[in-house]
Structures are given as C-alpha cells and as structure tokens.
C-alpha cells in the first residue's frame, strides 16, 4: 500500500504505519513524539504551526547569554543542550555535553534547531529548577549551581549514592564478577563514582591479585569502557575474556605470528600468556584506578 504524502500521523501512528508496512521509507523519520501531528516527509523535522522557534537569554550573575528553544503550547520550554550548558560554564566540548545529559538524568529530546535539517539535545525547562533556577530563568539558588560544577569538574573521585551524578561502580572485581556485572540486567551498583578523568567510562569494578602491580593493586577501584579488538593500543592495558571464559587483566602487545597477542603483567614475576586475538570476546580499556574510599 503507498503511503498517503499528505497525510497526517501521530508518533504511535507513524510507528504503527512502518510496522504494518502501510508506510515505506528510504531513510528512518522522526517526528514529534508529544501527540502533536506532523505531516509525513522523510526530510528534516518539521514543527507544529503552535511550536515557536526563538532566541531566549539567559541570566547568570549578570551575564546574559541567548539560547535556542523551542517554545510549544502544550509541552513547555525546551533549550538546546549545547549553548545552555557552554553558557552555565559547565560544558566546554561536544562529549562534555553528551556526558552532562546522560549523568543528570533530566528530560531530553532531540529536535532540528529552527527545522534546518540536523538534530540537537534539548532539554526541558523544569531542569531549571535543578540548575538552581525558577521558570522565569532567574537564579534563585546559586548554591546548586555552584554543586553541579563541582560535581563535573571533580579533580578528585568522590561518591554519588543517589546514582544521579558519574559512572555505576560494582562492588565485584572483574574476574569473578564480570558476569554480575555484564550479564544481569537486575545488577544494582553499589553507587555511582564522580570523577572528570574518567567520565567516559561504562563502569567502576575491583581489582584483584598483584599480577598488575605496581600499576595496579589489589582493592584498587578500576574504571572499564568496553572498545574493539581493532581499537588495541599496544602497551595499553585491558580487560579481556576469551571464549573459553577466561577473564584478565594485562598489558596487550603484538605476538610474533599473524593474529596472535601477548599479554603482559606489570610484576615480573608472572610469565607473559600468547593468545589468538580471535579468542577475545570482549574488551575493555582500562582507562584508570582510584583508591578504595573505604
């Protein structure tokens, strides 16, 4: 059946209309996912005639900067996540804002600045309020504010027990806890670790044992982001498993023959191990430890 082009869809009717192969589409589409209907292009995101695309400054301690939002009738206010953040002093690159967005849990979407074709992070009004503002974009709580940057701009490792702020940490080490940790989706962290170093990991675990020392040592608390075979950097170190379900960790570098690694400890006194590279079925970078809090 061909999709009608003048037709107007919800978000659950355009979803609907791709799963029952009414629509057909070259490239996926995005619309509204309020209610509102959008007419059916597979172009960029196109806004309700309600929806108002504007300029909207912002005042921090007497510095004003603009923001682009999004105003709609029915769904409030929605800043762009970018200049909003730059603007705070709390982002300064593009994974910094990434970042800021999935750690702060607040609502986002994702919207077409003023419908020119990209996507962008928008974020609701209400995590004004959290910012430490009021709806009327005047700063009411600088304490909160000055917390927030606090937490991002950790140089030291602190803790976050509602799980709100950094990174998920394990109370497990790798190598009998990978699966704890990588295989059960009801697997609750202990709480989250803040730290701006290492913001980019996927997890905190324990080390075990002194085979990485003095680089690494036991109880130390160390930060994993899982990467591919085809991102080894040798003399980096990781956390590897192999298919036959052997869990290390070592300091990968080139083998002799084609497809083959060694793996390296830190303490001299353990022998270096050769494995076949397709073995591994997964890899993490070891990106860097901390000290147990307690």
Known sequence: MK???DKLY???EFVEGLMSGEIRLSVPVLTGMNGSKYVLKPVKYESSPEDIWKYININQYGEVFSVPSLVTK????????GPLLRGLHLADCETDIEGIVRDFGIYVRKYSPFNRGYKRNFIHESALLQLGYNLNREIIHSEKLEIFK???DADKPRVDFSTKFGIPYYNVDFITGYDYIFGNQYATPEY???????KNADVWCNMTGDNMTPQLNDGDIIAL???????IIYGEMYAIVLSNDIRTIKTIRKGIKLHTLKLTSTNPYYKDIMIDQREITKIYSVLGSIKAFM
């Open 192 to 198: 989250n670790i803040v730290y701006s170093p290492f």
């Open 10 to 12: 919800t978000y659950d």
């Open 150 to 152: 606090e937490v991002f």
């Open 225 to 231: 982001k899982e990467v591919q075979v085809e991102d």
């Open 74 to 81: 029915k769904d409030g206010t929605w800043f762009q996540a």
């Open 3 to 5: 999709e009608d082009k």
